[in-house]
């Protein structure tokens, strides 16, 4: 059993910067795949970033590649998203999730931290 808490998020203005938190129980993450995600209403989910537990290649999406960038800490068992030149279109519920048998099919979630992007 996983069990995952996202904190970090807020209120920011445009050209801000945050680092959501992802705190995990269970295994290490360095055994998972794990991946963060968006939601705004109306829209479909948002993969924004991930990779698998052997890690090597990082996907990013479009959207927000060159301005977030998906980490790990190990010893704090813990995933962050460092999100930088924020901007108003970035609002949106923020998950993140792991797979623990190590792939991109994500078997446990947290429950969301939402990010609101004032201009």
């Known amino acids: 059993q996983v069990q995952l808490v996202e904190s970090g998020g807020g209120l920011v203005q445009a050209g801000d910067s945050l680092r959501l938190s992802c705190a995990a129980s269970g295994r290490t993450l360095s055994n998972y795949g794990m991946a963060w995600f968006r939601r705004t209403p109306g829209k479909e989910r948002e993969l924004l970033a991930n990779?698998?537990?052997?890690?090597?290649?990082?996907y990013y999406a479009d959207s927000v590649k060159g301005r977030f960038a998906i980490s790990r800490d190990t010893a704090k068992n813990t995933l962050y998203l460092q999100m930088d030149s924020l901007k108003p279109e970035d609002t949106a519920v923020y998950y993140c999730a792991v797979d623990s048998r190590g792939g991109a099919n994500y078997n446990y979630w947290g429950q969301g931290t939402q990010v609101t992007v004032s201009s």
């Open positions: 990779f698998r537990s052997s890690g090597g290649i990082t």
